[in-house]
């Protein structure tokens, strides 16, 4: 069966320190990924997915990124955070193909992001 | 464009009583639905999927949710509330291998 993993499940930052969060998939191949933020008491909002690696699509400007360098291995960073990065970080996975829009989508447990 | 709304914020029921959870969308086609449910500092987990199948689709823990096209609506309901569903849900629809979310409704279940 399919697992997904994302770590650290808490961390506290202060302001302007840099953020590597990693989430990798296991038991599927060529999935779809997805990194999402959810602001507190609000819906999710995607930041970045990807459908194979080394291709990245970012839905709203700011100063994350991410990076796929294995096919089941995503990686959101930033150089340099911000007081308004804090949040929840959820990465989720789909199976592969990107015209397939009928498939869910599959939730890690999260990472709680603390900027201080 | 695609977009999701959930018409209750919170919603409390007792438990043992039923529970009602409403969505509307907006589709210019044939859409695929979810219904995810989150327990606190925990990711999403799926309920239950719509995809142009039967129109009353049953999912995980006695939750089942009715597409109606004519209402545009995809209102999930479970027929006896449980302490452990306390929790927040959301309604989702699928465009173009992006979910779009609803904002999510928290349901309180009282002894």
Same mark, same amino acid.
């Given at each position: ?35 999402? *933020? #959810? ?6 909002? &995607? %930041?970045?997915?990807?459908? +194979? ?6 839905? $709203? ?10 096919? *089941? #291995? ?6 340099? &955070? %911000?007081?308004?990065?804090? +949040? ?6 789909? $199976? ?19 900027? &201080? | ?111």
């Amino acid at each position: 069966s399919q697992t997904i993993h994302q770590w650290p499940a808490t961390l506290v930052q202060p302001v302007g320190s840099p953020l590597s969060l990693e989430c990798t998939v296991e038991g599927t191949s060529n999935p779809n990924l997805y990194w999402y *933020r #959810q602001a507190a008491g609000r819906g999710l909002q &995607l %930041l970045f997915y990807s459908v +194979g690696i080394g291709q990245i699509s970012s839905e $709203v400007p700011q100063n994350l990124s991410a990076s796929r360098p294995q096919d *089941r #291995q995503f990686i959101l960073s930033s150089k340099k &955070l %911000l007081l308004s990065d804090s +949040g929840f970080y959820l990465c989720a996975w789909s $199976v592969g193909r990107a015209t397939n829009s009928n498939q869910p989508q599959h939730f890690g447990d999260g990472t709680r992001l603390s900027i &201080l | 464009a695609q977009s999701v709304t959930q018409l209750d914020s919170h919603v409390s029921v007792s438990e043992g009583t039923p529970v009602l959870l409403r969505c509307n969308y907006s589709s210019s086609y044939s859409p695929s639905l979810f219904w995810y449910v989150q327990h606190p500092n925990k990711g999403l987990q799926l309920l239950l999927k719509y995809t142009s199948a039967a129109t009353l689709v049953k999912g995980i823990n006695g939750f089942e949710a009715e597409f109606k096209k004519s209402e545009t609506s995809f209102h999930l309901t479970k027929p006896s509330a449980h302490m452990s569903d306390a929790a927040e849900y959301f309604c989702v629809v699928s465009e173009r291998n992006k979910l779009i979310f609803g904002a999510g409704t928290r349901l309180a279940v009282h002894p």
